[in-house]
């Protein structure tokens, strides 16, 4: 183990011990459960209650963890920036499985592309950067969509120019709901070529700390390499993506 303070490891480790103990332990039992001299506890445990981190019981002498530990937990969180957060991550995902990978939000009844990580292949995907696309046709949309209020899911479409622009195009909103269904069984949702044809997606949401969509990230690529063969495998990767970015953004299903 390299460059580790002792008394810094001996105060986490009090910590970690303190936070499994909801009643609190007294210097003796945290002693034996460390390893450590009554004295020793007692000096961390100065520090820990002058830093905010732990307090005493008045009654019981017996010393609990505080919130200070969430509260700066809470702030991390709060200041994490999906773009900054998912950069390494969707990069990542690109380089597992040589397509396009995109990062989109949500904008009332639009999606907006915030990010593109590109691969080195022959045939690459015109998307860009700011391009608006609408929710009900896409896979990122429809991946946002099915995890919305059946009331949000009706304010979008009605509030959004639906069109047949592929013969996959999904423009009933009772199949669209039977759609969003699956993918929340699947916790996967595909765009087979709705959005135009020879090019197939996979997508899936990212949810932040509130368990609240914060946007999604797609595998986009020409069907003749996104083949409906390899979506299970691409799925697969997808999710566990999603699932680490949201994980980063402090989200807990």
Request: hydrophobic content about 40%; proline content about 1%; overall charge negative.
């Amino acid at each position: 183990m390299k460059d580790v303070v002792q008394s810094v490891d001996r105060a986490l480790t009090i910590l970690e011990l303190l936070s499994k103990h909801v009643d609190g332990l007294g210097v003796a039992e945290i002693g034996s459960r460390v390893n450590l001299h009554k004295s020793t506890v007692h000096r961390l445990l100065g520090t820990l209650i002058y830093k905010g981190f732990v307090v005493q019981d008045s009654d019981s002498n017996k010393y609990r963890i505080s919130f200070k530990l969430f509260e700066l937990g809470a702030r991390r969180i709060a200041e994490a920036d999906i773009l900054a957060v998912s950069k390494p991550f969707t990069k990542a995902l690109m380089e597992s499985v040589n397509e396009v990978v995109h990062l989109v939000i949500r904008d009332t009844n639009d999606i907006v592309y915030i990010d593109k990580v590109e691969a080195d292949n022959t045939i690459r995907m015109a998307s860009t950067i700011g391009r608006r696309s609408s929710l009900y046709c896409t896979s990122v949309g429809k991946a946002m969509l099915a995890y919305m209020t059946d009331e949000e899911v009706e304010t979008i479409w009605e509030n959004t120019k639906i069109e047949k622009l592929t013969s996959n195009t999904i423009t009933e909103l009772e199949k669209l709901k039977e759609e969003l269904q699956r993918i929340r069984e699947k916790g996967f949702a595909e765009d087979d070529e709705e959005n135009e044809i020879g090019v197939r997606c996979i997508g899936a949401a990212i949810f932040n700390s509130n368990g609240d969509v914060e946007g999604a990230i797609s595998i986009s690529g020409p069907s003749i390499r996104v083949t409906k063969d390899r979506v299970e495998v691409f799925a697969l990767e997808i999710k566990k993506y999603a699932h680490l970015i949201s994980t980063e953004l402090g989200y807990r299903p």
